[in-house]
């Protein structure tokens, strides 16, 4: 279960016990926000796609959508998300607990602006009942990121 790989990257590194495992779905932005009692902004959503050199991964606040010009300018093809079949392959998560832990080898991780408004954000952590509070500087930390870009509309 991808629970178990995100429990394990997150005993590595002494945070596992912060892992919040909900009694009820999180695995939409809707859905987490009750659960997480947050506004649906705070819940660090992870969009995945394929790029040039394979999968990857873009975190972003749960109120913005992806803005197919700034992504084509920023990566150099146009946005094509994954399948849910893809992603769980490709990424090692399925739809609904997609985050950047724990996932497999080849996959870039990218941080968009849209989440720097925030103290905390709640990405998932591989199932769709799970989440972790994170400062940004932990995402960072943890999450393994190439680099920050600004690739979504609908925040500023």
């Known amino acids: 279960m991808s629970i178990e790989k995100v429990r394990k990257y997150f005993a590595r590194l002494g945070i596992e016990d912060r892992i919040i495992e909900f009694s009820t779905s999180s695995a939409t932005v809707a859905l987490a926000a009750v659960a997480a009692g947050c506004e649906e902004a705070r819940i660090c959503k992870t969009l995945s796609f394929m790029g040039k050199e394979g ?44 985050c950047p832990f724990g996932i497999n080898d080849g996959v870039t991780v990218y941080l968009d602006a849209s989440m720097k408004r925030f103290v905390t ?12 509070e994170l400062t940004i500087e932990e995402l960072e930390k943890y999450s393994g990121f190439r680099s920050w870009v600004n690739v979504c509309k609908g925040y500023q």
Do not use: R, W
């Not at 954000?121 to 972790?132: H, Q």
């Open 121 to 132: 954000m709640f990405p998932a952590c591989g199932s769709s009942n799970s989440a972790i």
């Open 55 to 98: 999968p990857l991964l873009i975190l972003a606040a749960g109120d913005v959508k992806i803005d197919n010009h700034k992504y084509k300018e920023e990566f150099g093809v146009k946005a094509k998300m994954l399948t849910a079949e893809q992603a769980e392959t490709l990424i090692g998560h399925a739809v609904g607990g997609i």
